[in-house]
């Protein structure tokens, strides 16, 4: 099965600051991941799909990139809604489709 | 607009089973795939599994093969998901999900808490 490594693990930054937490996959899976984010007793929300693709309603500060392994996720512009953990997970042709191990955003 | 809502919260003892439903609504039930993803207390999402709901065919995570089932009603547009020979470790939050397009979970339950205890 293809492993997720998300880093760093947690994560502190201060409002207006650009964030970026980085996924890596144990092997190729071309753009096949997605981006989510958590809020506490809340479900996860999807904010990018197919590595850059922003949820519609998703505010565009917001962005991804990447391939084949390596993946990126930013925040353009912290804002203090965007506490939260925030999860990395591939997908593609078959399952299983797992999720990194999550990074918590601090503010 | 499209909705998923689960049941209630469990408590069980060790060894037993449970079954979770998730109520589907606003959409086709058999147009989109539905998963399940469990989280551990303090710890990360866990993918458990996906169902076609046209056909009924799965594919469960290697860590729960054997234990699982995940079935669906189509006549109530409900997806469930047992899982048996429960232990302490399967204390958990389970949330079924929604494909928005193949392997991308776009719409969420509200989450089922399963608290398995002696």
């Known amino acids: 099965d293809i492993q997720m490594t998300q880093s760093p693990s947690s994560l502190s930054a201060s409002v207006g600051d650009r964030v970026t937490i980085t996924c890596q996959a144990s092997?190729?899976?071309?753009?096949?991941l997605n981006w989510y984010q958590q809020k506490p007793g809340k479900a996860p929300k999807l904010l990018i799909y197919?590595?850059?693709n922003v949820e519609i309603g998703v505010p565009s500060r917001f962005s991804g990139s990447g391939s084949g392994t390596v993946f990126s996720f930013s925040i353009s512009i912290l804002q203090p809604e965007d506490i939260a953990t925030y999860y990395c997970?591939?997908?593609?042709?078959?399952?299983?489709?797992?999720f990194g191990q999550g990074t918590k955003l601090e503010i | 607009q499209v909705q998923l809502v689960q049941s209630g919260a469990e408590v069980k003892k060790p060894g037993a089973s449970v079954k979770v439903s998730c109520k589907a609504s606003?959409?086709?039930?058999?147009?989109?795939?539905l998963h399940w993803v469990r989280q551990a207390p303090g710890q990360g999402l866990e993918w458990m599994g996906i169902?076609?709901?046209?056909?009924?065919?799965?594919t469960y995570a290697q860590n729960f093969q054997g234990r699982v089932t995940v079935t669906t009603d189509t006549s109530t547009s409900t997806l469930y998901m047992e899982l048996s020979s429960l232990r302490s470790d399967d204390t958990a939050v389970y949330y079924c999900?929604?494909?928005?397009?193949?392997?991308?979970?776009?719409?969420w339950g509200q989450g089922t808490l399963v608290t398995v205890s002696s």
């Open positions: 999900a929604r494909d928005l397009a193949a392997g991308v979970l776009g719409y």
């Open positions: 606003g959409y086709m039930f058999t147009s989109y795939y």
């Open positions: 169902i076609n709901p046209s056909g009924g065919s799965t």
């Open positions: 092997q190729d899976i071309g753009n096949y």
């Open positions: 197919h590595t850059s």
């Open positions: 997970q591939h997908y593609g042709n078959l399952p299983p489709y797992s």
